[in-house]
């Protein structure tokens, strides 16, 4: 059976890692025999309607397998997901996915190498797909539904994506390849300003009311930030999401808590608590920054459902 790929590249992601990623990638392809067509997102989002576009066009065929290749980052996997959900009727069409963003977590939470020459081994070197966790959530009061392959978070983490997002010195930042300095000086900015919001939770049948939330974040697997192993326990094929909910503390106990996490001891903190479920409800009624995946979601009250879905992926594991 040959495969045919068709790539979605993001040159921008990674701060054009993803260009040099894919001029590497692509003579290797063909020396594997595998064909490809090529299309580059123009503007932020354009992944979504590419990928929606070609699962409506493409054709299933018993004779090859159509496979669609991302090459960018996190953002990229998310809105490329969502396109091809929007554009299938049938069976869904594989994801390879080769991590060329800034943070990667879905890589490292999959068990995709974030080195490229191994990611595209595992790439080419599969021969069926793997079945993945992903995330669904619906969101009641904007109406709006989305799949996700990393985490929603509500409050800390997407200020910071957010003041990062719109920091007057993130160009300069990233021009000099040190863009996530951007987020470093947020970081601490947002620990400051950051207020503490009450939580509704419904996890399953419990229910648990939290007043001083600070933190917030349902996830698919353990990592976000670009790393932060910050649920241990979730895993990409536990047909389970997991949430974390950190309640606000002193500043230097924040910063403690962030260094535990490192060696995953960030749980046994009496501030912290952290839920499985194949279900969970979340309410939050005060203006909060919401984040998807790493995209804003804007400054609003939330009521989310969000569930577990699965999706399949073209690799071998490492
Ligand atoms: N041609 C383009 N011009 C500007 N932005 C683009 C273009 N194409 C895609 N984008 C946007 O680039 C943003 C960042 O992409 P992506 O998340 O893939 O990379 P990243 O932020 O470097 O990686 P990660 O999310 O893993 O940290 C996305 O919001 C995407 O919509």
């Given amino acids: 059976m040959s495969r045919h790929f068709y790539v979605i590249l993001n040159r921008h992601a990674g701060r054009g890692r993803a260009s040099k990623i894919w001029d590497a990638a692509s003579p290797k392809l063909k020396q594997a ?22 699962a ?9 397998t159509n496979i669609v290749l991302v090459v960018g980052g996190d953002g990229t996997l998310n809105q490329t997901l969502n396109g091809l959900k929007l554009g299938t009727t049938g069976d869904p069409l594989p994801i390879a996915y080769l991590p060329a963003g800034s943070g990667n977590d879905f890589a490292r939470g999959a068990g995709i190498s974030r080195n490229p020459d191994i990611a595209l081994q ?71 300003h ?10 399953d049948d419990q229910r648990e009311v939290f007043n001083n939330g600070f933190l917030l974040t349902t996830s698919n697997h353990p990592y976000f930030g670009g790393g932060v192993r910050i649920l241990p326990i979730a895993s990409v094929t ?68 969000l569930t577990i879905d699965q999706y399949p992926f073209w690799f071998t594991q490492a």
């Fill in 122 to 192: 595992q790439i080419i070197s599969a021969t069926e797909p793997t079945i993945l966790d992903i995330g669904h959530y619906d969101e009641t009061i904007k109406h709006e539904h989305r799949y996700f392959v990393n985490n929603v978070g509500i409050g800390f983490d997407a200020a910071v994506v957010s003041a990062a997002n719109h920091s007057s010195q993130k160009g300069l930042l990233n021009h000099l390849h040190i863009g996530s300095l951007a987020y470093m000086a947020q970081l601490a900015g947002v620990l400051t």
């Fill in 56 to 64: 409506k066009r493409v054709q299933p065929d018993s004779t090859d």
């Fill in 238 to 305: 536990d047909g389970k999401l997991s949430v974390i909910i950190v309640e606000k503390m002193r500043i230097p106990r924040f910063i403690f808590l962030f260094m535990m996490m490192g060696a995953g001891r960030h749980l046994g903190f009496k501030q912290v608590h952290h839920y499985q479920a194949e279900k969970i409800h979340l309410s939050v009624s005060s203006l909060e920054h919401g984040q998807v995946d790493g995209e804003e979601m804007g400054s609003r009250s939330f009521d989310i459902y």
């Fill in 194 to 203: 950051q207020d503490a919001f009450p939580v509704t939770l419904q996890i």
């Fill in 33 to 54: 025999g595998i064909t490809y067509q090529l299309a580059e997102t123009r503007y932020p989002g354009h992944a979504t309607l590419l990928a929606e576009l070609y």
